[in-house]
C-alpha cells in the first residue's frame, strides 16, 4: 500500500474523488487549488504534500510534491504527519482539527466554509484511499 504522501496515493486519491458523487455535487459551485501540507519534521526539513487542481466537482489534478513551498496554491491545510495520519484513520474530526488550531490554513476562510460539506467529502474520500499507517 502507498504512504501518505507519495506520488502513488496522490493517483489513488485523484481516481476516488472523481468516482465520488457525493462530493461531486457538494463541490459543484467549486473552483481552486489546494495543499494538503505534511509539515517537515525539522527546521530546515522539507514539507511535503499533496497538490489537488479541483473545478466543479471533480479533481483535474492530484499530485505529490516533495516541497510544498515550490507551490502557490489558492489554499493550504497545514498538519503534522502524526495528525494528518488521526485525519486519515477517522480519529481526528477535520472540521473541529480546523477550528481547534490542530489543522492550519491559509486562504479565504470565508470561501471555505461556504463549501464545508465539500471539505468534508474531500476528507472522507482520502480516508478511504489505501495507504501504509
Not at 499533496?50 to 515550490?70: F, M, N, P, Q, W
Request: aromatic content about 10%; overall charge negative; hydrophobic content about 40%.
Amino acid at each position: 500500500m502507498p504512504e501518505f504522501p507519495s506520488a502513488e496515493w496522490a493517483t489513488l486519491f485523484r481516481g476516488a474523488l472523481n468516482e465520488n458523487s457525493a462530493y461531486a455535487q457538494a463541490a459543484a459551485a467549486w473552483e481552486g487549488d489546494f495543499m494538503l501540507e505534511v509539515l517537515a519534521d525539522t527546521p530546515a526539513g522539507k514539507s511535503p504534500g499533496i497538490y489537488l487542481d479541483l473545478s466543479h466537482g471533480t479533481c483535474k489534478e492530484a499530485r505529490y510534491v516533495e516541497d510544498s513551498t515550490t507551490v502557490n496554491p489558492e489554499f493550504v491545510f497545514r498538519a503534522t504527519r502524526e495528525n494528518w495520519q488521526r485525519i486519515l484513520r477517522r480519529e481526528l474530526d477535520p472540521v473541529k482539527a480546523f477550528l481547534g488550531g490542530t489543522i492550519k490554513m491559509s486562504g479565504n476562510p470565508a470561501k471555505i466554509m461556504r463549501f464545508i460539506g465539500a471539505a468534508k467529502e474531500l476528507i472522507e474520500t482520502a480516508a478511504g484511499v489505501p495507504r501504509d499507517p
